[in-house]
């Protein structure tokens, strides 16, 4: 009965938009909106730590798992994709974002893969960070979404070759039979419209 009673405390707070850990760890390489990402959070009812780079946040979530995390896709020091692996390692039951201004659909399938429940593009406000938070996985496509443009599928094409290359420029580039240097400057651009 015990069981039945706490099951039902939780489902209801949770149904009410609020649950027994509201946990946060926002990750970003940029200070100023990690630390503006975390003040409206904390506005919002979650207890936010911030992070960084991948290191920091992987000693944040060694220290102690969050329920929730915001994490950027390009970190100084690596990809947001490690510290969303090794959160789910640590923590399987927490519910994160990979948020980033470098949008591919590759990414957001491996992102996906490795547990996130969403992928916002940037700029992304709180309220939409909560909202995709709180909300379920990613399973219904959004409606009314116009085609992609060729630039579009061809950059998708690049970012699945080198997720499936495991981030290696060097093979990615050779698969793509492109020279080495023009790759980075392609994956450094933002995605096409």
Same mark, same amino acid.
């Given at each position: 009965?015990?069981?039945?009673?706490?099951?039902?405390?939780?489902?209801?707070?949770?149904?009410?938009?609020?649950?027994?850990?509201?946990?946060?760890?926002?990750?970003?390489?940029?200070?100023?909106?990690?630390?503006?990402?975390?003040?409206?959070?904390?506005?919002?009812?979650?207890?936010?730590?911030?992070?960084?780079?991948?290191?920091?946040?992987? @000693? @944040?979530?060694?220290?102690?798992?969050? &329920?929730?995390?915001?994490?950027?896709?390009?970190?100084?020091?690596?990809?947001?994709?490690?510290?969303?692996?090794?959160?789910?390692?640590?923590?399987?039951?927490?519910?994160?974002?990979?948020?980033?201004?470098?949008?591919?659909? @590759?990414? &957001?399938?491996?992102?996906?893969?490795?547990?996130?429940?969403?992928?916002?593009?940037?700029?992304?406000?709180?309220?939409?960070?909560?909202a995709a938070l709180m909300a379920g996985r990613l399973d219904t496509p959004a409606e009314h979404d116009p085609p992609m443009s060729a630039d579009r599928v061809r950059w998708e094409h690049i970012q699945r070759i080198y997720e499936a290359c495991e981030r290696n420029v060097s093979e990615t580039a050779r698969q793509l039979n492109m020279h080495r240097r023009t790759l980075p400057?392609?994956?450094?651009?933002?995605?096409?419209?």
């Amino acid at each position: 009965m015990d069981k039945d009673a706490s099951h039902q405390s939780t489902s209801q707070s949770q149904s009410g938009g609020e649950t027994l850990d509201k946990s946060l760890l926002v990750v970003d390489d940029d200070r100023l909106f990690c630390d503006r990402l975390a003040r409206a959070m904390a506005a919002r009812g979650f207890i936010a730590r911030t992070a960084t780079n991948v290191s920091e946040a992987l @000693a @944040a979530i060694e220290t102690s798992p969050p &329920a929730f995390a915001v994490i950027d896709l390009r970190l100084g020091d690596g990809s947001g994709l490690d510290v969303m692996r090794a959160l789910k390692a640590r923590r399987p039951d927490s519910r994160g974002v990979i948020l980033t201004g470098y949008g591919a659909i @590759a990414t &957001a399938v491996m992102a996906v893969k490795l547990g996130a429940f969403d992928y916002l593009a940037k700029p992304a406000n709180a309220d939409d960070v909560v909202a995709a938070l709180m909300a379920g996985r990613l399973d219904t496509p959004a409606e009314h979404d116009p085609p992609m443009s060729a630039d579009r599928v061809r950059w998708e094409h690049i970012q699945r070759i080198y997720e499936a290359c495991e981030r290696n420029v060097s093979e990615t580039a050779r698969q793509l039979n492109m020279h080495r240097r023009t790759l980075p400057r392609i994956l450094a651009k933002r995605a096409p419209k």
